[in-house]
């Protein structure tokens, strides 16, 4: 428990704090900010240490156009009344804004996959945050590298 | 201005089958970052929910950000035990609220 929040923790520091110092050179756009991303999930998790594993998000590794990249989830679980997948966050930690997508999902669903398309400002990591039914929360990380960036100047 | 949604169902399945649903609406997706020829930044005007019911109950929903493309895109699964109807519901910043339906019977 203590190894894998260490982990996460490290993980996502490292990757907002090379934003955060472009930040700070005078870029002239500004892109969500670690804490940011951070604020986000722990708002979504309400408080829990995201784990690993369950959840698969499918990206491409490199995406021509930022304009639209397509993105997929997938979330393992039985999907019945008792245990299911109440909703999937997709975070960019370099977008203006990292806020992307939040699917809702009901045992109505029968399985929690989802896909979308997607606008990235740059080359980044992509995050989605699953929330289980029962509280527990997943996440996982894609790094994607984006050659035309999709927010417009 | 949003218009002409599209969205693929199949037409019949059998009880207990879980199918695939594909949505797709026209929508510019102005995300509020953008600035016109004089420097003035566009207004934000995006799809911001979009909802999918069958007979009435949810299946699946989102909310999306402005970092969802331009002419939103959907693919998500719903489990079929009855025949039915399936509402499609999305809703913009504006107000606007865009809806279609389509049935789907049991084999």
């Known amino acids: ?153 | 201005m949003a218009a002409k949604p599209r969205v693929k169902v199949p037409k019949s399945a059998a009880a207990g089958d879980i199918i695939t649903l594909k949505t797709l609406i026209s929508h510019k997706m102005e995300s509020g970052q953008r600035k016109d020829g004089d420097g003035n930044v566009i207004p934000r005007d995006i799809i911001n929910k979009f909802t999918c019911t069958f007979n009435g109950q949810p299946v699946f929903s989102c909310d999306l950000d402005p970092a969802v493309s331009a002419n939103p895109y959907f693919e998500f699964k719903a489990k079929i035990n009855e025949a039915g109807t399936f509402t499609f519901t999305w809703v913009d910043d504006a107000g606007d609220v865009i809806e279609t339906t389509q049935d789907i019977a049991l084999k």
């Open chain 1, 1 to 153: 428990m203590n190894t894998s929040k260490r982990e996460f923790l490290g993980k996502t520091l490292t990757a907002g704090a090379g934003l955060a110092v472009a930040a700070f050179l005078g870029s002239t756009r500004a892109f969500a900010a670690a804490e940011d991303v951070q604020k986000a999930i722990e708002e979504f998790a309400g408080g829990k240490t995201p784990g690993e594993g369950v959840i698969t998000l499918n990206t491409p590794e490199i995406a021509e156009n930022g304009n639209s990249v397509p993105v997929s989830v997938s979330v393992e679980s039985p999907m019945t009344e008792d245990d299911y997948v109440e909703s999937v966050m997709i975070l960019a930690e370099g977008n203006p804004s990292a806020q992307v997508a939040t699917f809702h999902f009901t045992p109505a669903s029968g399985e929690a996959v989802a896909s979308t398309r997607m606008r990235l400002a740059k080359t980044q990591n992509v995050l989605a945050v699953a929330k289980m039914s029962n509280g527990d929360v997943f996440s996982a990380t894609n790094n994607i590298k984006v050659t035309i960036g999709g927010c417009g100047g």
